[in-house]
C-alpha cells in the first residue's frame, strides 16, 4: 500500500479522462465512491463525511455525475442539492488522491479518497501532454 506523505494542497493533478477514476476509491474512515466509465459514481457512507453536512439529503442518495475539466471537476448528485461541490485531484499523475470541496480557495480539503489496493490504475494515454507547472517537478 502507498501513502501519500504530503499535504493534500501541494500537488494539483490534472484529470481528463474517465479511466483515470474508473474503478473503487475509499478514505481512511472506509468510506467508498466508485467511479464507472460512463462518468457516473455510485458511493457508501458519505452522510458521514464532511460532504454529508454540506449536501442535504445525501444519505438516501450516494449516486450521481462527474464532469472532467481538470484538477477540480464538478460532481453532481441524483435528487440532492449540493450547490458548488465540487472534486480536487492531488498528488502526481500516477498516483493521485481525490476530495469533496466546495471552497478550492482554502488550498485543500479533508477527507482524501485514494483507490483500493488491488484496484488498477487507469494509464494515461502514451504522448498526452501535461500541464506546465504541474505536479513536484513543475
Same mark, same amino acid.
Given at each position: ?7 493534500? #494542497?501541494?500537488?494539483? &493533478?490534472? &484529470?481528463?479522462? &474517465?479511466?483515470?477514476?474508473?474503478? &473503487? ?8 465512491? =466508485? ?8 458511493? =457508501? ?7 454529508? #453536512? ?12 462527474? #464532469? ?5 471537476? @464538478? ?16 498528488? +502526481? $499523475? ?19 479518497? #485514494?483507490?483500493? @489496493? ?7 494515454? +502514451? ?8 505536479? $513536484?517537478?513543475?
Amino acid at each position: 500500500m502507498t501513502f501519500l506523505l504530503a499535504s493534500c #494542497s501541494d500537488y494539483p &493533478v490534472e &484529470v481528463d479522462s &474517465v479511466e483515470q477514476l474508473t474503478g &473503487v476509491w475509499s478514505d481512511f474512515a472506509g468510506r467508498t465512491v =466508485e467511479f464507472k466509465d460512463d462518468g457516473t459514481f455510485t458511493a =457508501e457512507g458519505l452522510d458521514k463525511a464532511d460532504v454529508g #453536512s454540506d449536501c442535504a439529503g445525501i444519505a438516501d442518495r450516494q449516486q450521481g455525475t462527474v #464532469s472532467l475539466s481538470g484538477s477540480s471537476d @464538478e460532481v453532481t448528485f441524483d435528487g440532492v442539492e449540493c450547490e458548488g461541490m465540487k472534486i480536487a485531484f492531488y498528488g +502526481s $499523475p500516477s498516483s493521485f488522491v481525490f476530495c469533496f470541496t466546495q471552497d478550492m480557495t482554502s488550498g485543500g480539503c479533508a477527507g482524501e479518497f #485514494s483507490r483500493k @489496493e488491488g484496484a488498477p490504475a487507469a494509464p494515461r494515454a +502514451s504522448g498526452a501532454p501535461s500541464a506546465p507547472g504541474r505536479g $513536484p517537478t513543475g
